[in-house]
């Protein structure tokens, strides 16, 4: 899954909550932390070389997530 994925989901569980995703660096007010030309992140080379296994697959985690988020109140 991918953060399109995860912000439909962010969407569909918080109704206030917007996004786009833009082209243009410009228009953005998130901004990559890293040059824009790495490679995007993967997850096979971390199972390859470390045995890495995510602990929740997508639904799982992101119930995860929003149950956090709830337990919080300043971000739920």
């Known amino acids: 899954w991918d953060i399109r994925d995860w912000c439909e989901r962010l969407v569909a569980a918080y109704p206030g909550f917007r996004g786009r995703f833009v082209t243009d660096p410009a228009a953005a007010n998130v901004l990559p932390l890293a040059a824009v030309g790495r490679s995007p992140f993967r997850v096979e080379r971390i199972r390859a070389e470390a045995g890495f296994t995510p602990r929740y697959p997508f639904e799982r985690a992101f119930d ?13």
Request: no cysteine.
């Open 64 to 76: 995860d997530y929003t149950a956090w988020l709830r337990s919080h109140a300043a971000f739920g």
